[in-house]
């Protein structure tokens, strides 16, 4: 097993991709569940953290970035890590005030052949990928999924990826259970690009905790080489 780690400091999420090709198509559905909540503060792009540099806003989560696969041929290169507050938002029922982040990550996979005009003659694969969560309970110490965007995109000569999945955990101490173990995968196949609601899924939020709690989103795929040889490459996102 070929294991890498890339490492920002403040946001704390982990991701696995096994190479694949999907996208990450967000648009079509809100990013927060209107039916549960109304915003009480929008915020714009001054806060955030890119790549480890300090935000203005001292209470964003952190980041740890693992990438592991099968094989020794691939290379990888982060293109951007960064995660940002979007709302305050106000339960309808409760009243009660949380914040929605949302942490976008991109990397690139490849071979390291390259042409005689510099670019890559094999696999070339980048990864796109969103992550919308939401901190609330007993001071917003309490993290829960809300919604995952993903795409992956061919740039090479091979056929690129396929058996592209999500796969979601949520486990650890709640406020009100001792503690809860939630999982769930959602199998997009041959389909590159997608959005998956986990809100949907009415999950208990977790203690945010490196040692005891876990919120993590697994994207995964299989590379397709030119001569159909797989290779599957993991990326695994994690917040606490």
């Known amino acids: 097993m070929n294991l890498k780690k890339i490492i920002t400091p403040l946001i704390a999420v982990a991701l696995i991709f096994s190479s694949g090709n999907s996208v990450m198509a967000a648009q079509e559905n809100p990013d927060y569940d209107t039916s549960k909540y109304t915003i009480v503060k929008k915020y714009d792009d001054t806060n955030l953290d ?5 935000s203005v806003n001292e209470t964003l989560p952190k980041v740890d970035l693992e990438v592991s696969d099968d094989s020794e041929n691939f290379n ?32 690139q996979a490849t071979n390291g052949q390259l042409s005689s005009n510099n ?64 999982n769930k995968s959602v199998d997009f196949k041959l389909v590159s690009h997608g959005t998956v609601l ?28 030119a001569i159909g040889g797989t290779t599957p490459i993991n990326w695994v996102l994690r917040v606490y």
Do not use: C
Request: aromatic fraction near 14%; glycine fraction near 6%.
């Open 50 to 54: 890119t790549f480890g540099i300090q």
């Open 76 to 107: 990888y290169k982060l293109l951007e890590n960064t995660t940002r507050p979007l709302y305050d938002l106000q339960n309808k029922e409760t009243g009660e005030i949380v914040t929605q982040y949302a942490t976008d990550v991109s990397l």
């Open 119 to 182: 670019t890559f003659r094999e696999f070339n694969m980048k990864v796109y990928g969103t992550v919308y969560y939401i901190f609330t309970g007993k001071n917003g110490n309490y993290v829960t999924i809300d919604k995952v965007s993903f795409r992956w995109e061919n740039n090479g000569r091979t056929p690129g990826t396929k058996d592209h999945s999500i796969s979601v955990q949520q486990f650890g101490a709640s406020e009100n259970i001792a503690k809860v173990n939630q």
């Open 198 to 225: 986990v809100r949907e899924w009415n999950w208990t939020p977790v203690f945010a905790s490196y040692d005891g709690s876990s919120v993590a989103v697994d994207f995964k795929a299989v590379a397709v080489d």
